[in-house]
């Protein structure tokens, strides 16, 4: 159990405007019922629709029978452990938005997170107008999988970039590396796109979570783990990357497929 009052650090935040689209869905996973509760009110005054779950295997189920368009999910929960949650949600529908939260102290869940793929993460405690913001921030990018379209009609030349075997569509938020879909989370496709738009232009980890998160502040190695998980799945060798390069003392740089080597 979480400490209530270690959770809810910004309860007299402003209200955030109502979402202006259709109404996405949030499903709140967390055994701390103050906490569900605070962040279940601020959702729903920023005009999201809200489920909420005080345990792993009822979150697995609810997310399979519900379809919530993100899940917030708490690491340290009774019965199955987050992470593991994490994993069974993943595997039922791969490209399933989850922001994790967790306690300030457990880094080691949270890098492990990132590493499976989570989209986004808070550590407790935090602001509720942060959390309502981030939120909006990954469904705005994923609108199209809630919609269901694909973005009929003909492609603009700035819908597109294409990097060797590398193809990025923007509209219909996929990429492609020798015309095999790429399974990307809302981050890693942003993160790719940010890189490969601007190629040579070497960008330091706090400009890349500035730029491509929106945070003024935050853990650099978030960074990190997205590269590493990019590296992946669009370099031919992750361990001898020529595309998405580490510039030392810097950050990263894409280069584009034709240069040799980094």
């Known amino acids: 159990m979480t400490n209530p009052t270690a959770s809810i650090e910004a309860v007299s935040d402003p209200p955030l405007g109502a979402y202006p689209e259709d109404v996405p869905s949030v499903l709140v996973v967390d055994d701390d019922p103050v906490l569900r509760e605070v962040v279940a009110t601020y959702l729903r005054r920023a005009g999201l629709e809200v489920l909420e779950c005080d345990d792993g295997l009822g979150a697995v189920e609810l997310a399979r029978s519900a379809s919530p368009d993100i899940v917030l999910l708490d690491l340290t929960l009774p019965g199955l452990d987050g992470l ?8 039922h529908r791969g490209n399933l938005p989850i922001m994790m939260l967790t306690a300030r102290g457990d880094e080691s869940d949270r890098v492990l997170g990132l590493e499976l793929g989570a989209d986004d993460y808070l550590a407790k405690p935090f602001s509720t107008r942060e959390l309502v913001l981030r939120v909006q921030s990954i469904l705005r990018r994923t609108d199209h999988l809630r919609s269901g379209t ?22 219909r938020h996929q990429a492609t590396r020798a015309d095999t879909p790429l399974q990307l989370t809302v981050r890693e496709f ?5 890189l490969v738009s601007q190629p040579g232009t070497a960008f330091s980890r706090a400009q890349l979570m500035r730029e491509v998160w929106g945070w003024e502040y935050g853990d650099e190695s978030t960074v990190t783990v997205h590269v590493r998980r990019l590296r992946e799945k669009v370099e031919v060798d992750p361990s001898s990357p020529r595309r998405l390069c580490t510039v030392w003392g810097v950050g990263y740089r894409w280069d584009p497929q034709e240069v040799p080597s980094c």
Do not use: K, Q, S
Not at 190 to 194: I, K, P
């Open 84 to 91: 593991e949650v994490f994993r069974r949600m993943r595997a």
């Open 150 to 171: 694909t973005g009929g009609g003909a492609e603009g030349a700035g819908d597109l970039l294409v990097d060797g075997d590398l193809v990025i569509d923007r509209r």
């Open 190 to 194: 942003d993160l790719l796109e940010h």
